[in-house]
């Protein structure tokens, strides 16, 4: 997270929601205006490090933070304990630091999987070649699996996992230039093969995904282009939805009401799928 001047904040909480029980029809609950159920909380013991354009992933009852510009540690948050613990920086198997960004993990046969990374400064990043896996009982320790074809390499992406495949769909080749791209592809890690798939309705960057009632969701983000002097207001509004048994892309109806960038994006329920805004 930003303070007001750019500057990755040191306060970090973390925030829960608290979702009401659904109505005797099984219809959403009735909220009150202006009211939340919003709780701030205070960890038990330690903290996580200050940082930007990470990502953060829940698997067994603890959440895995990650990445960021610059050199940020691996810290790891346990529900049960309210609890903090710094696992210092990724590693990969000679021992040499990975410093990525830009990424949405994606977590397969219980390892936490990185593809689709921004590496380097802005505006100019690049699109990391490696495709990384991490234990999460040790998740400081990277492995290399395979690499992203050269063709296809870029960050800002989204990923999610979908039987046992990862697919990636959107990103940006030129960082924060204007290299937006809808491509669409899907990594098989036990094949380690990596298959092009038809290409989005639309690119973006800086956008989320996931997947519900056998659909894949892609929504928000923004196409950056701070070399034609439009770096982030270019937001998309449009929600695209790749349908897994039929291979193809529509669009729905309704545009998401407030567009935006750098979100957070999450499954609800069985089917429904809920984002919250980040940083515009």
Known sequence: ALDGNGVPSEGFTVQVVRQADSGPGGEEPEEPEGQTDWAVLQPASGSPQARHENDYISFNEKLYLTGGRGSRGVNVYDAETNS?????????????????????????????????????????????AEIYSYDPDAPAVWRTESLVPADRRRGATAAVNYKGKIYIVGGNAEGHNSGWVSWFDVYDPVAKTWTALPDAPRARDHHRAAVADGKLYVMAGRRSSVDLGNPISDTIPEVDVYDFE???????????????AGVALFKQGSESVSYTHLTL
């Open 246 to 260: 039929s291979g193809q892309w529509s669009t729905v109806a309704s545009d998401i009401p407030t567009p935006r």
């Open 84 to 128: 903090w613990v710094n696992h210092g920086v990724p590693v990969n198997e000679s021992g040499q630091e990975i410093r990525l960004h830009h990424y949405q993990s994606v977590e397969v046969g219980g390892r936490i999987y990185v593809v689709g990374a921004l590496k380097g400064n802005w505006p100019g990043e690049t699109g990391a």
